[in-house]
């Protein structure tokens, strides 16, 4: 018996969308991320602006409204923890895939516990050259979390500057149904 791999797709996991467009999710906002994603040869993006949850669940419901799942939304939000920031994506049936953004910026001292993480960036378009590679490959051995490269954009133009090809099964192995943290 022959199985199928798991298709992997082109997803940018950490987009600002509301900073990117400069106004609330509307179809005008949507469609304008929408194509840009399409220009980069994506098929996805997650939707995480900063400390703003209900945006990325909104962006996602004028997608799927308007644009006939034309690109994958994954709704989701950036926040602060103390010295690290997270990245939550929500995914159904309540489970939430967690990543620690831009590591080293603004600090590496991790308060917040990494046994509620699923994930680490090693490649962020906007602090790349802050981010300590080495540090972060023994970290994420160490602990079992994925490395991502996302573009962290804050404008259109940015969006999937960096992306990571992941299969949306190993995004749902490694969640964990737990309350978002916010």
């Known amino acids: 018996m022959t199985v199928a791999p798991l298709k992997k797709l082109k997803l940018d996991l950490h987009t600002h969308c509301f900073e990117a467009t400069r106004r609330e999710a509307d179809v005008s906002a949507v469609e304008t991320i929408i194509k840009q994603v399409k220009a980069r040869g994506l098929d996805g993006i997650a939707v995480t602006d900063h400390n703003y949850k209900s945006y990325g669940v909104k962006f996602k419901e004028i997608a799927e409204k308007h644009f006939n799942g034309q690109v994958l939304i994954i709704p989701g939000h950036e926040i602060s923890m103390y010295s690290v920031e997270v990245v939550e994506l929500f995914l159904s049936d309540g489970l939430v895939f967690r990543f620690i953004a831009h590591p080293g ?70 969640a964990r149904a737990q309350t978002p943290i916010t």
């Open 105 to 174: 910026y603004p600090l590496w001292d991790y308060v917040y516990g990494l046994d509620t993480v699923q994930g680490i960036e090693i490649e962020n378009g906007m602090h790349t050259w802050q981010i300590d590679k080495a540090k972060v490959r023994e970290v994420a051995e160490k602990h079992g979390l994925v490395l991502l490269a996302n573009s962290d954009a804050h404008s259109v133009e940015d969006i999937g500057k960096f992306y990571n090809e992941i299969s949306l099964e190993e995004l749902y192995s490694r």
